[in-house]
Each structure stands twice: as structure tokens, then as C-alpha cells.
């Protein structure tokens, strides 16, 4: 598992997260409330290859993963 976390305060939170669990590699977007906004289908690739896409993904991409949570983060549900 490859997680993108950012601190706020005291109090991590945890923005998104590559998984192999139950059902093959994914990607699970996390809404700030820690519910799953969206889950994004891997399955094509070896978990080997989608922990090197997720160490990619998060380090080039951070900032947008980050301002959408934020973006978030102020509506209401």
C-alpha cells in the first residue's frame, strides 16, 4: 500500500491510497471525512508495477491531489 497523507494541525489525514487488497491494484480517492469518493481499477497491472505508478503518481502530483481535497474539505455534504 502507497499512501498520500498531509497534516493538518495535529491531525494527519490520509488523501488517497494505492491498495492490492481483496480486489487486485486500485486507487481509492478519499473524500476528507475518510469515506471513499472514488475507486480507480488497476487490475492490468502486476502489484509491482502499480506501486511504482503510485510512488510516481503521488510525487509528481501531489499538489493536485492536495488542493482537491482542500476543494473538499469546504463544501458541505
Do not use: C
Not at 508495477?49 to 492536495?66: K, P, S
Amino acid at each position: 500500500m502507497v499512501k498520500l497523507n498531509v497534516a493538518k494541525g495535529d491531525k494527519p489525514f490520509e488523501l488517497a491510497r494505492y491498495d492490492s487488497g481483496l480486489h487486485g491494484p486500485h486507487l481509492d480517492i478519499l473524500h476528507p471525512d475518510g469515506s471513499k469518493k472514488r475507486t480507480i481499477d488497476f487490475g492490468m497491472l502486476e502489484n509491482a508495477q502499480a506501486m511504482n505508478v503510485a510512488i510516481e503518481d503521488f510525487t509528481n502530483n501531489w499538489e493536485f491531489y492536495l488542493e482537491r481535497w482542500e476543494k473538499w474539505s469546504k463544501e458541505k455534504r
